[in-house]
């Protein structure tokens, strides 16, 4: 929700505040009121209040032909570090699969996209819940590469004017990509 309509929200529970643009965890934070969401507003640049969810983060690799099809590649995040995901391994949820098509469809969205949403701990009320939608590949899409699906040709296919195959952007599921980072050098340089 938008900074204007937080007073909609109850006096208390699990709330996100956070940048409506931008990549990683910059300026993201965690609160537990309203009033603590309002502040908050007042110290984040553009920002947004969503509910927390609890539950496995994951992210679908998107492309969208412009009819309005879309091919979804799941992944969990595994473990997130400032926002990126550091450990995903793919895999199949037929319900979660379909409403990341169901989210694009809502925002009639075309090529390529990252969707981000929770498997919740709720599964009996929510048990998917989306969170977050980006018009870009995300920086995992690697993993959607290396387990068959055809993710960038295709989107190529679809920027040129070439219908995309949708067939091969079948992906499979239990493979893992690991990403490793490391600080090089702490030290003065004389």
Do not use: W
């Amino acid at each position: 929700m938008l900074p204007a309509d937080v007073h909609l929200l109850p006096d208390t529970g699990d709330f996100v505040v956070k940048p409506r643009r931008g990549q990683g965890a910059k300026d993201v934070y965690f609160c537990h009121t309203r009033r603590q969401a309002e502040i908050l507003c007042e110290l984040v640049a553009d920002p947004i209040v969503q509910e927390r969810v609890r539950g496995q983060e994951f992210s679908a690799d998107c492309l969208v032909d412009r009819s309005g099809q879309a091919s979804v590649i799941l992944r969990k995040r595994l473990l997130v570090h400032g926002g990126a995901s550091l450990v995903a391994a793919t895999f199949h949820h037929p319900q979660a699969a379909d409403l990341v098509r169901a989210t694009l469809g809502a925002v009639g969205a075309a090529g390529p996209c990252d969707v981000q949403g929770c498997l919740t701990d709720d599964s009996d009320a929510r048990p998917v819940v989306m969170t977050e939608i980006n018009s870009r590949l995300a920086a995992g899409y690697r993993l959607s590469q290396i387990t068959g699906a055809d993710l960038v040709e295709q989107a190529l296919n679809g920027l040129f004017g070439d219908p995309i195959d949708h067939d091969r952007l079948q992906y499979r599921p239990d493979v893992y990509l690991t990403k490793y980072t490391a600080v090089l050098s702490t030290r003065t340089r004389p």
